[in-house]
């Protein structure tokens, strides 16, 4: 029996509610949930009350992540203007009901480095007003608005950190060779110096100050291949291993910010896994374990450690939120984020793990339709964005849709992909079209060999470095695949090196390190020939391409170029421009416009199921379409 579609509008829509987050005096519950109007906004409820109100009231695109301030009154949030990716901090003041632009610097970005409940009217962010090129540090007074220009950005620092007594010790830096280095200083008055430093292929990252200042909690891979969190005493530079994986990186690290101290680790080696540190909780995560049989995930905190917010991920259904009463050892549901899903015929996701042509064993993600691989199936390899990033084992909307369809999805954590220690990571530097591109045909290989896929009904789906992968499928490897879907991916490396933000400039050295670097002749050759734009004649099998007119990273420029290279070879592309968005389509009516334009096109060259589109556009949609030797 064939399970009924799954409406498009419960798996794209926006969730019913998602990101609960109690105050930090524990009187508040605050989550985000569309208005009357279908936008996202900030609501606020007092626990064990009934007086739940939208906060703010965000007119077009909706609110996307907010924070406590460490007054009782006072609510954070982080906006752009479609897309854009020029953030700005907002000011709710939750008694007057009254917002302020705390960042009013046009063109310009921020982003939060830290509040602390000792100094509870200030906030430090960095940003780039002074310079776009260069993210200096300002505190701000979140009643007044007043900004202080607190550190300036000598041209090399990429990430700032501030010790408990709020000062800024810490600058993350990134090196001409893509190496990091950690910089430290002893006060706001003293000169900076080199605390530590990796090579180009090490995670360093700083997760914060012990209490005093004397100790910085790292996530580090230096002198190790995984990732590991540790204690580094900056006096000595004696290091002390907090919790590590022979198997995968060091994932989240719970840091209980009133005292200092690191609680727990997570790794993510098929599920999450938790490495408990601090006695003190050891008790609350194996009560936790107990309540919901999906993976945790620690939100926040009361400043006074009674209640935590929790969340519980499964594959075959959305993020259900939790109440966690230290005392009592007590979880009290608060919501599914999408609880209309929650009788839905959603399918199981398998981690697994094959063998690419040179040996090497790549970790991917499997998931097939519910009625079971009985018979060859068609399939879409659905690549995640991003070189440095990975799939993980959850729901994934995009999954669910593509399994209900009639789809097996493979998600492929290829050579490239983070968690699996640096040597997986750096596999396949600057070998974007060789060796990761290779790790996908093999998936396909295997999924074949396996019985699992029906060769002749192959799709490659992705967005942004996912969607250069689709793309590069198409042009590189076209007689694997019979159509490809790209969201926001780039076409020409050397057109999106070029177009890079101006306060990329920090990370483009790891960049190039990874990829090329657009000023050497010889890495020029290299980008060009790893360039799908460069190999558009050789694409014979239909696109379907997205686009955000305000995408910062990939300009519209690049797909357009290549559809019109597309179109003076006769192929086939469906071109799908959204002017009211950036890297990614997160307005609901988007996304759902996208989604039935991308079932669509699958099921007319893959064969499988899909919901009608509602007229030439998704209601209240933004898109503007051109299609190429489209009938």
Not at 112 to 130: E, K, M, T, V, Y
Not at 167 to 187: K, Q
Not at 457 to 482: E, K
Not at 520 to 532: C, G, I, K, V, Y
Request: with cysteine; hydrophobic share 40%; glycine share 8%.
């Amino acid at each position: 029996m064939t399970d009924s579609l799954i409406a498009r509008e419960l798996l794209f829509g926006n969730a019913e509610r998602r990101s609960p987050s109690i105050s930090p005096d524990g009187r508040l519950l605050a989550w985000i949930a569309p208005d009357d109007r279908g936008i996202p906004q900030v609501w606020v409820e007092t626990i064990g009350g009934s007086d739940a109100r939208a906060v703010t009231a965000d007119s077009h695109r909706g609110v996307p992540l907010y924070l406590w301030a460490f007054d009782p009154g006072t609510l954070l949030y982080f906006q752009d203007a479609d897309g854009d990716n020029n953030f700005h901090t907002l000011a709710v003041s939750l008694a007057a009901g009254e917002v302020r632009d705390l960042t009013p610097w046009p063109k310009a970005t921020c982003t939060a480095i830290g509040l602390n409940h000792r100094f509870p009217d200030q906030i430090c962010i960095s940003a780039n007003p002074r310079d776009r090129r260069l993210m200096d540090v300002y505190r701000i007074d979140i009643h007044s608005g007043a900004a202080t220009l607190d550190t300036l950005n000598p041209g090399d620092v990429g990430f700032w950190v501030g010790d408990d007594d709020f000062v800024i010790r810490l600058a993350r830096v990134t090196g001409p060779d893509g190496a990091p280095e950690i910089r430290v200083r002893d006060d706001a008055q003293s000169p900076w110096r080199t605390m530590l430093t990796g090579t180009a292929e090490d995670v360093l990252q700083p997760l914060g100050f012990g209490k005093d200042g004397s100790v910085v909690f790292l996530r580090s891979s230096v002198g190790s291949d995984k990732a590991r969190v540790l204690v580094h005493k900056i006096a000595t530079g004696e290091q002390i291993v907090l919790a590590e994986s022979g198997v995968v990186d060091a994932d989240e690290a719970i840091i209980d910010r009133p005292r200092r101290v690191v609680q727990a680790v997570s790794f993510f080696p098929d599920r999450k896994r938790w490495t408990v540190i601090d006695p003190g909780v050891r008790d609350d995560f194996e009560a936790l374990a107990k309540v919901n049989a999906g993976d945790l995930t620690f939100i926040n905190r009361d400043l006074a450690d009674r209640t935590w917010i929790v969340s519980f991920a499964s594959d075959t259904s959305p993020k259900s939120y939790f109440a966690w009463d230290r005392a009592s050892k007590q979880a009290k549901f608060l919501f599914s984020a999408q609880p209309k899903l929650d009788d839905a015929p959603l399918a199981e996701m398998k981690p697994i793990t094959f063998r690419a042509r040179d040996g090497m064993a790549i970790h991917a993600q499997l998931t097939l339709p519910r009625r079971g691989a009985v018979e060859r199936v068609p399939m879409v390899l659905l690549v995640h964005g991003g070189d440095a990033m990975r799939d993980f084992w959850g729901f994934n909307r995009q999954v669910q849709m593509l399994a209900n369809r009639g789809y097996a999805v493979l998600q492929v954590n290829y050579r490239g992909s983070s968690g699996y220690g640096k040597k997986y990571l750096h596999a396949a530097d600057r070998e974007r079209s060789g060796d990761k591109q290779n790790d996908l045909t093999d998936a396909v290989r295997w999924a074949v060999d396996e019985g699992i896929a029906d060769p002749a009904r192959v799709a490659i789906d992705g967005f942004s470095f996912g969607g250069y992968a689709a793309l590069a499928g198409a042009a590189f490897t076209p007689d694997v695949y019979c159509c490809a879907v790209d969201l926001c991916g780039p076409s020409n490396l050397l057109v999106f090196a070029a177009n890079r933000p101006a306060y990329a400039g920090v990370s483009r050295a790891s960049w190039s390190a990874l990829v090329g670097d657009p000023d050497r002749a010889e890495d020029r050759e290299l980008l060009t020939n790893a360039s799908p734009y460069f190999s558009a004649d050789k694409i014979r099998i239909p696109l379907l391409i997205g686009q955000g007119a305000n995408d910062p990273h990939v300009k519209p420029s690049e797909p357009e170029q290549l559809v019109a290279a597309i179109e003076h070879k006769r192929g086939r592309v469906t071109y799908v421009l959204y002017p009211d968005e950036g890297h990614g389509l997160r307005r609901a009516a988007n996304r759902l416009d996208f989604a039935a334009r991308e079932e669509r096109f699958l099921a007319e060259h893959l064969g499988g199921r899909h919901e009608p589109m509602p007229g030439e556009r998704y209601p209240g949609s933004s898109a503007i379409v051109r299609e190429i030797g489209v009938a």
